[in-house]
């Protein structure tokens, strides 16, 4: 079976740091894209970040640039968002998702569940 678990949320001051995490199996990792999206209460969802099979190449919204740092771990079938200088706004569900695509899109394969990330001002 298909699995992106994301985990490390958790409940931060603004100006803090969270390492989020998803780990995948069930499906040849080596060549999904896989993305960050996020949902604040009330809002849409919207792609955070994303790490491109292939070539690595790294995606990230504007809001988040300079801040957030994806990564990914073949080994472990991993993937990481390293989130610092977080703010309240930053506040929201994050999700997982992966790709056959070279490029994250709002259509993703497989999705995971969602860690909250709440932060406080």
């Known amino acids: 079976d298909v699995q992106l678990q994301a985990s490390g949320g958790g409940s931060v001051q603004a100006g803090g740091s969270l390492r989020l995490s998803c780990a995948a199996s069930g499906f040849s990792f080596d060549d999904y894209a896989i993305g960050w999206f996020r949902q604040a209460p009330g809002e849409e969802r919207e792609g955070v970040s994303c790490?491109?099979?292939?070539?690595?190449?790294?995606y990230y919204t504007n809001s988040v640039k300079g801040r957030f740092t994806i990564s990914k771990d073949n080994a472990k079938k991993t993937v990481y968002l390293q989130m610092n200088s977080l703010k309240p706004e930053d506040t929201a569900v994050y999700y997982c998702?992966?790709?056959?695509?070279?490029?994250?899109?709002?259509?993703?394969?497989?999705w995971g569940k969602g860690t909250l990330v709440t932060v406080s001002s």
């Open positions: 998702a992966a790709t056959l695509m070279q490029r994250c899109t709002r259509n993703m394969d497989f």
């Open positions: 790490i491109s099979s292939g070539d690595g190449y790294t």
